[in-house]
């Protein structure tokens, strides 16, 4: 285990202010993957995850809908009809789903789906995918069950998969909401199927977890799990350092190291690096008008503010990426608010993103107000990022923003 530590130092806050606000004349081009429908339990699309379940090379997209129920997965067509409507399957109904994943869990070499229930079901769920891949588009073919260890015990918020222990195949670390929230990760027994053999083991107490992303923060060579917590005493961002497989399966704790956001509501965040220097950097939406930049410097992390576009309140979603193809990050950003407004925008900086100019480039029209997780890929295979996400109230469903630049 590396010895290098990053501590927690006192926040240097600037803001990064615009030099000029400029948008496109017209908004991109939206095209929907999975549209709502209230007979199919499709309303209320959450989140979205990506992963190749059919091996085609082609990354397929699960979503949660949460007040429908469905748990979708959406195979990806290829880049000639990715502007229509995608082949999907709903391989569960549960309730109030908040998030939905894909992870081999019994290693047979399919993707299952494990999905995050909030609300009275309080539950996760694994959707085992059928062992015939010829299947998949099979609704009946795919099996749901609850996991014993935590079912009806919290209101479960988000999963990710990873293999803590080194040992019987892929663990799930996962975080919830409400009295009694926490983070903790839930240990794969020797026959994975047997859901009754998994145990829970609780790491930190939370207030309302919203992201909790993999990354090798200390450079030791497992993955480190970064947090963000929008709700409780001590909300903000913070990074659980994995204590290595043979600890992990001593069920030590992990110890907590603070990168920034304290006392703020932060909701998603995006892992990258935003000033092309090398380093590890974290941008996190935030509820009071701002995304908060933490930048990741030798002794520890420094904080700063951008402020959100077209004066929204706070923001949701948050990706780093080069978007307009200069070779610099840029960051797209979906923000929760105003029907009016254009919640989906994309911002360049020019300079430093601490101290720059930030230029806000518009994406979406005024449809839509609470957009979830935002991706970044080419779906057109033309070369640049286009954005992918879903929103939840206006009931746009899963929908991708398809990037004009030529």
Request: proline fraction near 6%; aromatic fraction near 8%.
């Amino acid at each position: 285990m590396s010895q290098q530590i990053f501590s927690l130092l006192p926040p240097l806050v600037l803001v990064a202010t615009f030099a000029s606000t400029t948008f496109a004349a017209m908004p991109w081009t939206r095209h929907t993957i999975d549209t709502a429908d209230r007979g199919l339990g499709k309303r209320g699309a959450d989140g979205v995850r990506l992963a190749d379940i059919n091996g085609d090379g082609r990354p397929d997209v699960t979503t949660g809908w949460e007040q429908g129920g469905a748990i979708r997965v959406c195979l990806n067509p290829g880049p000639r009809r990715s502007k229509n409507p995608w082949p999907g399957v709903t391989v569960g109904n549960v309730g109030s789903p908040e998030d939905a994943v894909f992870a081999d869990l019994d290693g047979d070499g399919q993707l299952d789906v494990i999905s995050c229930c909030e609300g009275r079901t309080r539950s996760i769920f694994v959707h085992w995918a059928p062992a015939d891949r010829r299947r998949q588009r099979d609704a009946v073919a795919w099996n749901t069950a609850a996991i014993p260890a935590v079912a009806g015990r919290q209101q479960w918020m988000y999963a990710l998969p990873l293999d803590v222990d080194g040992r019987h195949g892929i663990d799930l670390v996962v975080g919830s909401k409400g009295a009694g929230g926490s983070v903790g990760w839930l240990e794969s027994p020797r026959d994975p199927r047997r859901l009754n053999d998994w145990t829970f083991h609780r790491l930190v107490d939370a207030g309302w977890i919203m992201s909790l992303e993999p990354h090798d923060i200390d450079r030791d060579g497992d993955l480190d799990v970064v947090v963000s917590d929008r709700r409780g005493p001590r909300r903000g961002v913070y990074w659980l350092e994995h204590p290595g497989q043979a600890t992990a399966r001593k069920r030590k704790p992990w110890r907590r190291h603070e990168i920034g956001g304290r006392g703020v509501e932060v909701l998603f965040v995006a892992v990258g690096d935003l000033d092309a220097d090398g380093h590890t950097d974290i941008v996190s939406a935030a509820r009071e008008s701002r995304l908060l930049y933490c930048r990741q410097t030798p002794t520890g992390w420094s904080e700063h503010s951008i402020r959100l576009p077209d004066a929204f309140r706070y923001g949701k979603g948050v990706a780093i990426g080069d978007i307009d193809g200069d070779g610099q990050p840029d960051l797209v950003m979906a923000n929760r608010g105003d029907p009016k407004k254009r919640a989906v925008s994309w911002m360049s900086y020019r300079g430093s993103p601490t101290t720059g100019d930030w230029t806000v480039h518009r994406i979406s029209d005024a449809a839509g107000v609470k957009f979830d997780l935002v991706r970044l890929l080419d779906l057109d295979a033309d070369g640049d990022l286009d954005v992918l996400t879903c929103e939840e109230v206006h009931n746009l469903g899963v929908v991708w923003y398809e990037n004009p630049r030529k």
